[in-house]
Structure formats: C-alpha cells, structure tokens
C-alpha cells in the first residue's frame, strides 16, 4: 500500500484498466482537483468479480500501462489488492480503514458504476465505510436519479460545489461531479484492436 501521512485527503480510484485510457486519466485529475486530494491511488483489480476475466489483460501488464498513464505524483499505481486476495470492494476498503486511521478515504468511481453498484458484494457496508465521488461519464448521467444507490441514501448527497469537504465527511455521504466529460472506454478499445487484427488477418 502507498505511503500517507496522517491527516491526509487520499482518492481510492478501483479499476480493471483493461487497458487504460485518457478517460480514467481525466477521472483522476477531476478527482484530485475537486476533492483536493493529496494523493489518488489508482488500484489495479486483480478482476471485477462482476465482469467476465476472458479477455483480462495480466496484472503487471495493467500496472506497467497505468503508470505511463497515470497523471503526476500525487497519483500511486497500486496492485495491492492481489496481493492480499482482497476480491471485493467492501474487503478492500474494511482492509484500508484498519491499516490507516487518521486518513481521509474516499472512493472514487464513474457514473456507470453508479447504476449498477447495487449488484457489488456489501454495497450499504461500502458506502457506510467512505465518503464517495461519481464522476460524470456520457450514457450514465441521470444515474444520480434512478439509480438504487441514489435513492438508498438520497438523505446523504452533497452539492458538488462541496465536493472539497467531501473527504473529511462520515460516511454515508457522496457527491455526483459533472464537469469534462470522455468517451472513451476500454471495451470500445479492445473491440477496435480486435476488429484491426482480424482486418489485418
Ligand atoms: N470515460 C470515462 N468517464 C468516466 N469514468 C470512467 C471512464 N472510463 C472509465 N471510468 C471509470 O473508471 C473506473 C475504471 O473503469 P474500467 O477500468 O472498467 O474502464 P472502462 O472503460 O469502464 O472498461 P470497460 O469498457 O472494459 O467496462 C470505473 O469506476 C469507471 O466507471
Ligand atoms: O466488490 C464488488 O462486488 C465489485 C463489483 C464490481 C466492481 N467492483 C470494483 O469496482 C472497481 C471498478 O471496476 P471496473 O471493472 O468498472 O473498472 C474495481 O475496483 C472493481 O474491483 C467491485
């Protein structure tokens, strides 16, 4: 796990990064900026338990992509997880609190996983544990109304334009950031390679 000093703001940005992208570079610079983190740790998953592995990438192949991608020093690429068999979200983030009192957490995630976090092992207990930050992706911006995580705990959404308090809040607290938006993703990028290779065959 990446070094921090106590009193420390930190941003947990999850991902299967497969590969990574510009969007989850603009993800992580909206996120250190409006949060005013010190630092983000961009964890590698070893597999999204709710994603099909066939076409995942290796671990340090994932890693090694994600530091060139990464943006700045304040950003730790970490793989962490794999290391202590820590498949789920909710594990992760009971195992992070444990190791570090007196930090600042906060969970970092797209739109689209706003939609859908409902389906991810213990999702009350993960947002009981840290504050949370969604960061606006095209095709998931309503996800703020409709989705059950949204409603499930409406009672504890603040304004963006707080956003910066947001890590020193008890959870359950979240916040939904617009701003720049990407549309790019790592499926649309393995489809085009896919599609290359069989033209190229
Ligand atoms: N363009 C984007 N805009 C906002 N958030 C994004 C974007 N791309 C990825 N994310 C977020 O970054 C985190 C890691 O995403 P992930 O590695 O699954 O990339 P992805 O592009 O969504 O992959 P895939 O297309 O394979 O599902 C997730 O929280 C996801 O919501
Ligand atoms: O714990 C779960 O049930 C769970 C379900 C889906 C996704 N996650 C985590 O969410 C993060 C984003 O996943 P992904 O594949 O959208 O990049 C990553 O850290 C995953 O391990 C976790």
Known sequence: MP????GMSVGLFGGSFNPPHQGHELVAEI???????DQLWWMVTPGNP????????SLDE????????????????????????LHYTAQTLAFVKARNP????????????????????NWRGIARTFPIAVIDRPG???????????KTFSHARIDED???????????AWTFIH???????????????????TAAS
Not at 64 to 77: D, N
Request: aromatic share 8%.
């Open 3 to 6: 070094h921090v000093e106590p």
């Open 31 to 37: 996120a250190l900026r409006r949060l005013g983190l």
């Open 50 to 57: 709710l994603k099909n592995h066939d076409d995942l990438a």
């Open 62 to 85: 994932r890693v090694a992509l994600s530091r060139r991608m990464a943006p700045g020093p304040r950003v730790k690429v970490t793989a962490f997880e794999a290391a202590y068999k």
């Open 102 to 121: 007196g930090i600042n957490f906060v969970w970092i995630m797209g739109a689209d996983n706003l939609r859908h976090f409902h389906k991810w092992q």
């Open 140 to 150: 998931s911006t309503l996800a703020y109304l409709s989705s059950k995580m949204a």
């Open 162 to 172: 707080d956003a910066a308090i947001l890590p020193f809040l008890r959870a359950p």
């Open 179 to 197: 701003g720049p938006r990407s549309s790019l993703s790592s499926s649309a990028i393995r489809n085009e390679r896919a599609t290359n290779k």
